[in-house]
C-alpha cells in the first residue's frame, strides 16, 4: 500500500479568529483588515450632534428622556426610515405577544383542541380573546354567520350591516335583515356623499364651470379670458356680459364642421357668445346666406309697416 501524505486542513471556524479590539474579516481574498475602535465624542468634532441624534433618544412629550430600548423607540426608528439600535431590537423582540390559545386547550370532546371548528371559535369568545384564523374561516351553519357573537357584538350582528359583511366574508347569501340593513345603510352613504357634492359645486362653481370648458373645447382658463377680453368682455355679437340661462360663463362657439357634436378639438374655436346668440346660431346651421336672408326679411317689414303708417 502506498504511503499518503496526510495534511492538516484548518477548520472553517479559524476563519473567525479575533486579533485584539478588531475581528478579521471571514473573507480571505485580500489583506486582512481590523475594525478601527471608536475614538468617542472625538469623532463628532465639528459636527452637529443635534442631527445625528438617533430617532429613539430624541424627547417627546410623552418620553422626555426618549425611548431607547423600549419597544416605542423600535418604531420610531422604523418611522424615521434608519436602522435600529440594539437595545431597541431587543426591546421589540422581547415584548410579549399575546396569541389566542383558546382553542389549544384539549377537552374531552376534543382531546387535541378546537382549532379550526366552530367550537374553537366559541372558546376564543368566551376567552375574550380575537379568534385565530382558522377558527375565524371555520364555517358555522349555513346562513347564521351573521349570528356569530364577537367581542363587539356579544348577541351577533343579525339586522346590521356589518352582519352583510359577515355573510360575504362567509360566502353565503345575506339574510333578509341583514340585506336590508346594508341597503339602508348604502342609501344613508350615497345621500350623505350626494350632499357633500351639492355643496362643494355651490361653493366652487366657477372651478367647475372652466373645467367643464377646458374638457368640452380644450380652452384653459387663461385663454378663455384672454378671449372675453378680445371681445371686450361680452358676448362677439350682442355684447352682452350676461350669459344667460342661469350659466356662470359664456357660451363657448366652436365650427360644427371641423368638430361635430358638443365637443371641440380646441382650433375651431370662433368666439364666446350668450346663450340667445348662441341657440339663434344653431337655428341656422350656421348658414351665413340664411341669416342675411332673415335680416333682409326683417328690414323689408319693417320698412312696410313704416310705409302703412
Avoid at 471608536?38 to 426618549?66: F, L, Y
Avoid at 360663463?249 to 370662433?270: E, I, M, Q, T, Y
Amino acid at each position: 500500500m502506498n504511503n499518503v501524505t496526510l495534511r492538516p486542513q484548518l477548520a472553517h471556524s479559524a476563519r473567525s479568529l479575533t486579533c485584539g479590539n478588531g475581528r478579521i474579516s471571514h473573507n480571505n481574498n485580500g489583506p486582512r483588515r481590523r475594525r478601527q475602535p471608536s475614538r468617542g465624542m472625538a469623532d463628532c468634532v465639528g459636527v452637529d450632534v443635534t442631527e445625528i441624534t438617533p430617532a429613539c433618544a430624541r424627547p417627546t412629550q410623552r418620553r422626555p428622556n426618549g425611548s431607547t430600548g423600549t419597544p416605542a423607540g423600535y418604531k420610531a426608528h422604523q418611522r424615521n426610515g434608519e436602522a435600529a439600535c440594539r437595545a431597541c431590537t431587543t426591546a421589540a423582540s422581547q415584548r410579549p405577544r399575546r396569541k389566542p390559545v383558546a382553542c389549544l386547550v384539549p377537552t374531552p370532546d376534543y382531546p387535541d383542541g378546537r382549532r379550526g371548528t366552530d367550537a374553537g371559535y366559541m372558546a376564543h369568545f368566551e376567552a375574550g380573546e380575537n379568534p385565530c384564523k382558522p377558527c375565524r374561516g371555520s364555517s358555522p351553519a349555513p346562513g347564521a354567520a351573521c349570528a356569530r357573537p364577537t367581542l363587539k357584538y356579544p348577541e351577533g350582528r343579525t339586522g346590521a350591516q356589518s352582519g352583510y359583511s359577515a355573510h360575504r366574508l362567509a360566502g353565503e347569501s345575506a339574510c333578509d335583515p341583514c340585506r336590508l340593513a346594508n341597503n339602508a345603510d348604502t342609501q344613508v352613504r350615497q345621500a350623505g356623499r350626494a350632499e357633500l357634492q351639492r355643496r362643494h359645486y355651490a361653493a366652487n362653481r366657477e372651478m367647475y364651470a372652466y373645467r367643464a370648458i377646458r374638457l368640452k373645447y380644450t380652452l384653459t382658463k387663461d385663454q378663455y379670458d384672454a378671449l372675453l377680453q378680445a371681445q371686450g368682455g361680452g358676448c362677439a355679437i350682442c355684447g352682452t356680459d350676461k350669459p344667460g340661462n342661469r350659466a356662470l360663463l359664456l357660451n363657448v362657439d366652436h365650427d360644427h364642421a371641423c368638430c361635430p357634436g358638443h365637443k371641440s378639438c380646441g382650433k375651431c374655436v370662433r368666439g364666446l357668445l350668450c346663450a340667445r346668440c348662441n341657440v339663434g346660431l344653431g337655428a341656422f346651421s350656421d348658414n351665413p346666406d340664411r341669416m342675411v336672408a332673415a335680416a333682409a326679411y326683417l328690414v323689408t317689414r319693417k320698412e312696410a309697416g313704416a310705409d302703412a303708417v
